[in-house]
């Protein structure tokens, strides 16, 4: 799963002086140093409300600058790669978000049921479970098209190292996407490229590393790429949801 990335993190700011800066500043390009992006209040407003899980807000926010850097650089400039990306990423953690929601509400209907409250008829919870299946389904896909875009340009980039790192995130996010639409196998060659990428611009130390490495591991299992036995991705999900069930062999699926 993601972690933090400090290649994306904002500068400290500058030292005040007396003039008074306009409230959104004319960007300038990317330098060996960052992202402009990363500089700009809508960019640090935006990360805050997805980290506090205020998702629509946050990608509004990343919305509203996004459009800005376009007017400004070109929809294929360098420079909206970061706001691409953590749009896709938040419209990803939305959908997850939605999907785990879903099942507790699930969850909680079966217990509702024990303890004689009213039942939802099957209409309405087909009526639920279909908007919800619905509005997923299209987070998801917008996802996967604001991410896709952010790689195409982060691969014409490759000599800057910040366009490496961040082109690694994406790849991450990218396999997440493939594991919730079980496309594990797409998942594995998303992982690997971000693997590989770290590998070249990180310290073996680093736990970005690790974070990489912990993601394909676990889609390998996933696939039965272990020891020759077969494994289904029951075992992913159960493990990204905090669950301890363990994997099952082909054998023990077909009892």
């Known amino acids: ?37 990363l500089r700009d209040p809508r960019y640090i407003q935006g990360r805050a409300l997805i980290k506090a899980k205020k998702y629509d807000a946050g990608i509004d926010c990343m919305c509203e600058l996004l459009e800005a ?29 939605t999907a785990n929601l879903f099942g507790d509400a699930v969850e909680d209907a079966a217990a509702d049921k024990d303890s004689n409250a009213p039942a939802l008829t099957g209409i309405e919870k087909a009526q639920r479970a279909a908007a ?8 998801l896909e917008i996802a996967w098209e604001v991410l896709e875009v952010s790689r195409v340009i982060l691969n014409k980039n490759l ?13 991450l996010r990218l396999g997440d996407h493939e594991v919730d639409n079980g496309q594990l196998v797409d998942a594995i060659r998303d992982y690997s490229a971000c693997l ?60």
């Open 1 to 37: 799963m993601e972690q933090p990335d400090s290649s994306t993190t904002a500068p400290a700011a500058a030292p005040a002086t007396n003039a008074t800066a306009p409230t959104n500043p004319t960007p300038t390009p990317t330098t060996a140093a960052s992202f402009v992006a």
């Open 69 to 97: 850097l376009v007017a400004t650089f070109g929809g294929d400039h360098l420079e909206t790669t970061p706001v691409l990306f953590e749009y896709g990423s938040a419209l990803l953690l939305k959908a997850e978000s």
């Open 132 to 139: 919800e299946s619905s509005a997923t389904a299209e987070d």
């Open 159 to 171: 000599n800057n190292v910040h366009a490496q790192l961040l082109l690694a995130r994406v790849h």
């Open 196 to 255: 590989k990428l770290r590998l070249a611009a990180l310290a073996v130390s680093d736990r970005r590393l690790a974070d990489a490495h912990t993601s394909l591991a676990m889609a390998h299992v996933s696939v039965g790429v272990v020891g020759g036995v077969g494994v289904f991705g029951c075992w992913w999900q159960d493990r990204r949801t905090g669950g301890t069930k363990e994997p099952r062999t082909n054998q023990e699926q077909t009892k």
